[in-house]
């Protein structure tokens, strides 16, 4: 059976994008292949959040991945600093990692322009890292959103190059995976082109906000002055909200407001209403969940130790196998 691995890095509450983008397909692919589903915390070390802070994001994102319907008995749902195999597997492809390679990735040079007073190794070799989570369990198929398509490159780079170096097959190719078509993309709410959390909270709908702050994050999202013309397209802050509909809302819904766009009657306060209520609609069982299990820190302890243990057997298969490769042969 085919391999899945993906993760999320746990940088507070998880938002529409990491839904739609990653953990939607998640639940649906835990029935139908071997799935490995993780929390990134080491990739979020890049930012040196504080322990407490790290620890509780950690065991939010845990609760939030069951809320949505990860089922820890049908894949293995761990955490990814309780895998010592990913940090080995690291080391050992870093050996073959090029700083020229990775200056050229995009993420890096992004964050490298951001946060001019912290460019790290770690955010350098950043799609090192991520290649060892992938390649670790042998993976083929990798659900993410359009913004991780590179990294898998990088991942495919880097297995390819070990295989060849060695002489070996150890590594297979791993693919960005969506169910149906292309990599999405979730639009934010102020005319940014991403669902992000680095452009403000304003920006992002988190799985757990409230109603009411769902209707006030959406009355506050950008729109322009409103079509004068009939048929013209969109201003991309619009489009990013007909988007949004078109996820959360009924077909219906989607084509009143488009052909309200259309000839220029549209009043945006109502679209914004409606996208509101159907956005409250979509997340409110998932909110109860999260709000149910996030408590239930022996629950999660759990799930998080089952986890370790079904990925801990396929890591250390796999770096035996590496080792030994390599030339790491024990002496006794
Ligand atoms: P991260 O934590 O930034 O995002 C987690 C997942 O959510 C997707 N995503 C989106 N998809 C569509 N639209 C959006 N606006 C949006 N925002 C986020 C991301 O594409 C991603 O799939 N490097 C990864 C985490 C990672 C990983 C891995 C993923 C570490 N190791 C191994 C797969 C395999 C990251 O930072 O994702």
Do not use: W
């Not at 065991?59 to 600093?81: F, R, T």
């Not at 959103?145 to 150890?170: P, S």
């Not at 619009?238 to 509909?245: E, G, K, S, T």
């Amino acid at each position: 059976m085919e391999i899945v691995v993906s993760g999320i890095r746990p940088t507070g509450n998880l938002h529409l994008g990491n839904y739609m983008g990653a953990l939607k397909n998640f639940v649906k692919m835990q029935h139908e292949y071997n799935c490995y589903f993780f929390i990134a915390d080491y990739h979020s070390l890049t930012t040196h959040p504080n322990p407490k802070d790290l620890h509780n994001n950690v065991k939010q994102v845990l609760a939030e991945y069951l809320a949505c319907g990860l089922d820890p008995e049908s894949c293995a749902l761990y955490i990814q600093s309780d895998l010592p195999e990913i940090p080995e597997l690291y080391m050992l492809l870093n050996m073959h990692a090029y700083k020229g390679e990775l200056e050229r990735v995009s993420s890096f040079k992004e964050k490298a322009q951001s946060h001019p007073d912290n460019i790290n190794a770690g955010l350098l070799t950043y799609p090192v890292l991520m290649a060892a989570d992938i390649i670790i369990h042998k993976a083929t198929k990798v659900p993410v959103g359009k913004d991780q398509e590179q990294h898998l490159e990088m991942a495919r780079t880097f297995g390819n190059r070990f295989n060849r170096i060695y002489n070996t097959e150890v590594f297979p190719e791993p693919y960005a995976f969506n169910y149906g078509s292309n990599l999405v993309k979730i639009p934010g709410l102020q005319g940014g082109g991403k669902m992000s959390k680095s452009d403000g909270d304003n920006n992002v709908i988190n799985l757990i906000d409230s109603p009411e702050l769902i209707r006030k994050k959406m009355s506050r999202a950008v729109t322009d002055t409103g079509p004068t013309e009939m048929n013209t397209a969109p201003t991309p802050s619009v489009q990013n909200l007909f988007d949004l509909m078109k996820i959360v809302s009924e077909e219906n819904t989607s084509k009143h407001f488009t052909d309200a766009y259309a000839n220029c009657s549209i009043r945006y306060g109502d679209m914004k209403k409606q996208l509101a209520e159907d956005m409250i609609t979509f997340l409110t069982p998932i909110r109860e969940k999260i709000e149910a299990i996030s408590n239930d820190t022996s629950y999660l302890g759990k799930v998080a130790k089952l986890g370790a243990e079904k990925a801990h057997d396929s890591a250390t298969k796999t770096l035996n196998e590496v080792r030994d490769v390599i030339g790491f042969r024990k002496f006794y």
